[in-house]
C-alpha cells in the first residue's frame, strides 16, 4: 500500500472566475481556528464564490496532544484518564472501551453491578451529550434561546455523575474489572427523578426547536449523505444511522447489559441535516427509556473485581475492543509484547475523524450558512479528532 | 385626557403645535425663544437616545434572560439596572482600533452614518400632543428615506473594514434592506391611503375613530404583519440578523470594530428597534390615541386617563417586546431563503394589498364612523 502526502495547499484549487458570469472571482476563507462554528480549535478552508461553497477543507490538528503516544508511557490503569480528555463529552464511554479491550485481552471477570452501573451512566451520558449538541445546534443556526435549555438539563445529569464519580466533565470512573467508586444507595431514586424531569423536557425541544418552520428549512434536505457515501467515509453513530444503515454496537455486538434492555434503534431515511437531528432527539428517548428499564434491577454485589494498584499486563499481540460512544464507534486497538504492563502501541479509532471528512462531500453547493448547518448536525467534538 | 389636553389647548386658541412650528412662530418675535426652543429640542432628543439606548439594552437583557431561565444582569445596583452604564463606560475606555490596510476615513465615518440616520428619524415622530419635534407634510416618506439611509453606514463599515467577513456581512446587509424596504414601504401606503396625508401627526389625527389596523378591513392587519416582518428584517433582528451572523460570520459587519464605535452601531440597532416600533404604532395603532370602543363612553373615559404620551409609549414597548420575543426563539434563515420570503411571498402580499387598499378607499367602503367628533 502506497500512501501519498499531499499539503494542504496542493488540494485546494485557484481561485476561478465565478460562475455566474459576473465579473467576479472566487475567494478563500479560513473558517477558523478562531470561528464560532468550530467548538474548539478546527480549521477549514473555505473556496467560497459569493456566498456559495466551492470547495470545504478541514485542517485539522489544533489539539493534538499526543494522547496514543502518552499512552505508550503509561498503564492501562492510567490511560484511562487521558481518555476522558478525547471526547470530553463521551467521557465514561471513552474509559468503557479502553476497560472494555483490556478486559477481553486479559480476561478479567466483571461484576454483573458494575456492568449495570456502566450502562447507566453511559446511557446517561449519552442524553447529556446529546442534549449539549442540540443546545449548541440551536445557537449555531442563531437561536441563543436553546443553548441555555440544554445547559439546564446538563447540569441536572452532571449532578447525578459528581454525587457518584466526583466529577462533571472528565471522570474517569470506569476501569478494567469494574468502576471506580459504587454508587450510594439512593443513587436509583435519584436517577428516577431525573429521567422524570428530562422526559417532558425532550419534547419541550420539539416544541421549542424542532417543530418551528424556519429550522426545518434550514435542516431539511441540506447536506444530504447517501448510504453508500455514509459506508465509504467510514461513518458511524447518529450520522451513518441518519443515512438508514442501522449500526448501533448496543444492538448489534451488545455489551455491558444492553441486551437485557428493550429499546429501539433510531434511524433516518433520507440523511439530510434534519435526519442526524432528529435521529438524536429519538436517541435521548431511547436512552432514557434504557435507563429507567435497568434502574430498579441493579444487583448487589461488588463494584470492582481488580485492587486499584493492580498492574494488567496483556498477552502478546493486538488486542480490539469497540463500543458505541454518543458520537459513533469508538475503537481501541492496543499493541503488547506482552512483557510491559503498558502498551506498545495504543490507537483510538475516532468516529468524529471519519464523520468529520464528510463535510467535504456535503458542503460545495450550498451557502456559508448550510456548512454551520451541516457541521452543527455532524456533530463533531475537536479535541477526540485531534487527540 | 389628550381630549381634555386638547379642548384646553382650543380654548386657549392655542391648537397644538410641534416644537418646530413653536419655535417658526417665535421666530419674528422672540428669536431668543426660537433658539431656546430648538436648542431644548436637540439636547432633548440627545438625551433621550441615550436613555432609550440604556433601558432598551437593560430590557433586552432582562427579557432575554427571563426567556432563557436565568436572571440577567443582578449585580450593578438594584437588579443590575447600572450594568448598561457600566458596560458603557467599559466601552468608552477600551482602545479603538481601525484596521491598518481598512479604508480609514471611510472606517472613522461609517457608524456615525448608522446611527445619524436613526436620529434624524427621532425627530418627526409624535410622542404625544404636545411632545412632537417637527411635523412634516411627507413625515412617512422622509421616515422611509432616511431610515433606508442607515444601511450605508452598514456597507461601509463592512466594506472599509478589509475583512472578507466583514464585507460579507455587509453586502448581505445592502441586499437585505433594499429588499424589504419595498415591502416595509409597500405597507406603510396602505395607511397613507385611507389617512390621506403623508405627515405622521396626521395620520394620528386620522384615526381618532379607530384605529387602521381595525378600521381598515383586514387590510390593516396584512399590512401590519407585513410592515412587521419587513421591519424586522430592515433591522437585523433575527430571525433576519444574518448581516451579524455570529455563528456564520463571526459577527458580520462589525467585526472589526470596537469600543466607542462599536457602541454606536449597537446603539443604532437598538434605537431602530424603536423606531419601528414607534412607526407601527403610529400607522397602524392610533400612535397616542387612546384605546376607544365605539360608544362605551364609560370605557372611554376610564381609557382616556392615561395620557396620549403613555399610550404611545405603551404600545411602543409592546411592539419592543414582540420584536425581543421573535429574537429570542427563533433560528436564522439563510440568505437565499431570506430573499425567497421577500421577493416571492411578501412582495405579491404587499401589491395585492395595496390594490385592495385602493379599492377601499375609492368606493369609501367603511362600516365604522369616519367622522371625526371633537367639539
Known amino acids: ?387 | 385626557m389628550h381630549e381634555i389636553a386638547l379642548r384646553i389647548l382650543l380654548a386657549a386658541g392655542a391648537p397644538p403645535k410641534t416644537i418646530a412650528e413653536r419655535a417658526a412662530d417665535a421666530l419674528p418675535s422672540d428669536p431668543l425663544l426660537a433658539a431656546a426652543l430648538i436648542g431644548g429640542a436637540m439636547i432633548g432628543v440627545l438625551t433621550f437616545l441615550t436613555l432609550l439606548g440604556l433601558v432598551l439594552i437593560y430590557a433586552e437583557r432582562k427579557i432575554s434572560a427571563h426567556f432563557q431561565c436565568r436572571l440577567g444582569p443582578m449585580r450593578v445596583g438594584p437588579h443590575g439596572i447600572l450594568q448598561t452604564v457600566a458596560d458603557t463606560v467599559k466601552l468608552l475606555c477600551k482602545e479603538d482600533i481601525v484596521p491598518t490596510r481598512g479604508d480609514q476615513p471611510m472606517h472613522l465615518l461609517a457608524p456615525f452614518l448608522s446611527l445619524g440616520a436613526t436620529v434624524l428619524v427621532l425627530l418627526v415622530i409624535p410622542y404625544s400632543p404636545l411632545l412632537h419635534v417637527a411635523d412634516m407634510n411627507i413625515g412617512v416618506l422622509y421616515v422611509t428615506a432616511i431610515s433606508g439611509f442607515g444601511v450605508m453606514g452598514i456597507l461601509l463599515g463592512g466594506w472599509s473594514s478589509n475583512n472578507k467577513w466583514a464585507l460579507l456581512g455587509a453586502m448581505r446587509s445592502g441586499a437585505q434592506i433594499i429588499s424589504y424596504e419595498i415591502s416595509a414601504t409597500l405597507a406603510l401606503l396602505v395607511v397613507v391611503l385611507f389617512a390621506g396625508t403623508m405627515s405622521l401627526r396626521g395620520i394620528v389625527e386620522s384615526q381618532e375613530a379607530g384605529w387602521w389596523i381595525w378600521r381598515a378591513h383586514g387590510v390593516g392587519i396584512v399590512s401590519f404583519i407585513v410592515y412587521l416582518i419587513a421591519s424586522t428584517a430592515e433591522i437585523n433582528r433575527t430571525p433576519f440578523d444574518i448581516p451579524e451572523g455570529e455563528s456564520e460570520l463571526t459577527a458580520g459587519f462589525h467585526a472589526e470594530y470596537s469600543g466607542l464605535r462599536f457602541s454606536f452601531f449597537f446603539l443604532a440597532e437598538f434605537i431602530n428597534m424603536f423606531v419601528v416600533a414607534a412607526l407601527a404604532s403610529t400607522l397602524f395603532l392610533g400612535g397616542w390615541m387612546p384605546f376607544h370602543i365605539g360608544r362605551l363612553a364609560g370605557f372611554n373615559q376610564v381609557m382616556d386617563l392615561l395620557p396620549g404620551g403613555g399610550w404611545f409609549f405603551l404600545k411602543v414597548s409592546s411592539i419592543i417586546f414582540l420584536l425581543m420575543w421573535f429574537r429570542w426563539t427563533f433560528p436564522r434563515l439563510r440568505v437565499d431563503q431570506l430573499m425567497r420570503l421577500e421577493w416571492k411571498i411578501l412582495l405579491p402580499i404587499g401589491f395585492v394589498n395595496l390594490l385592495v387598499a385602493s379599492f377601499v378607499v375609492l368606493y369609501n367602503f367603511y362600516p365604522f364612523p369616519t367622522e371625526i367628533t371633537l367639539p
Open chain 1, 1 to 387: 500500500m502506497t500512501v501519498t502526502i499531499r499539503k494542504l495547499d496542493e488540494l485546494l484549487q485557484p481561485p476561478a472566475a465565478a460562475e455566474s458570469g459576473l465579473n467576479t472571482q472566487e475567494y478563500y476563507v479560513n473558517m477558523g481556528p478562531q470561528h464560532p462554528i468550530s467548538h474548539g480549535s478546527l480549521r477549514f478552508v473555505a473556496r467560497l464564490d459569493g456566498e456559495t461553497v466551492k470547495q470545504v477543507l478541514p485542517a485539522p490538528g489544533y489539539v493534538h496532544r499526543g494522547i496514543e503516544k502518552m499512552c505508550e508511557h503509561l498503564s492501562y490503569r492510567q490511560t484511562i484518564h487521558l481518555t476522558d480528555r478525547m471526547d470530553y463529552f463521551s467521557a465514561l464511554m471513552g474509559n468503557w472501551a479502553v476497560s472494555k479491550t483490556v478486559e477481553k485481552a486479559a480476561g478479567i471477570e466483571v461484576s454483573e453491578r458494575a456492568q449495570y452501573i456502566r450502562t447507566i451512566m453511559a446511557e446517561l451520558q449519552r442524553v447529556q451529550s446529546h442534549v449539549l449538541w442540540w443546545a449548541v445546534l440551536g445557537m449555531d443556526l442563531g437561536a441563543f434561546t436553546p443553548f441555555l435549555y440544554g445547559f439546564r438539563e446538563r447540569e441536572i445529569i452532571s449532578d447525578i455523575f459528581e454525587e457518584t464519580i466526583g466529577a462533571r466533565l472528565t471522570m474517569n470512573y470506569v476501569q478494567p474489572g469494574g468502576v471506580m467508586y459504587d454508587i450510594y444507595p439512593d443513587f436509583a431514586a435519584k436517577v428516577k427523578k431525573v429521567v422524570a424531569y428530562l422526559k417532558p423536557k425532550i419534547e419541550e425541544y420539539d416544541t421549542l426547536l424542532s417543530g418551528n418552520v424556519i429550522l426545518q428549512e434550514r435542516l431539511r434536505n441540506i447536506g444530504v449523505l447517501s448510504q453508500e457515501k455514509a459506508l465509504a467515509f467510514g461513518c458511524t453513530g447518529p450520522v451513518l444511522r441518519a443515512s438508514g444503515v442501522p449500526l448501533d454496537l448496543r444492538k448489534v455486538d451488545p455489551y455491558g447489559v444492553y441486551a437485557k434492555a428493550d429499546f429501539n434503534v433510531a434511524i433516518g431515511s433520507r440523511g439530510d441535516s434534519w435526519d442526524r437531528y432528529y435521529v438524536r432527539i429519538q436517541e435521548m428517548r431511547e436512552s432514557l427509556k434504557i435507563v429507567e428499564q435497568l434502574i430498579d434491577n441493579i444487583p448487589e454485589g461488588a463494584h470492582t473485581t481488580t485492587k486499584p494498584n493492580v498492574k494488567v499486563k496483556l498477552p502478546e499481540g493486538v488486542h480490539y475492543g469497540q463500543l458505541e460512544t454518543s458520537r459513533g464507534i469508538l475503537g481501541v486497538t492496543i499493541v503488547s509484547d506482552g512483557k510491559e504492563a503498558s502498551p506498545y502501541r495504543m490507537h483510538f479509532r475516532s468516529p468524529n475523524y471519519c464523520n468529520l471528512w464528510t463535510i467535504t462531500e456535503l458542503a460545495p453547493g450550498w451557502r456559508i450558512a448550510d456548512v454551520i448547518a451541516i457541521l452543527s448536525s455532524l456533530d463533531l467534538v475537536i479535541p477526540e479528532l485531534d487527540r
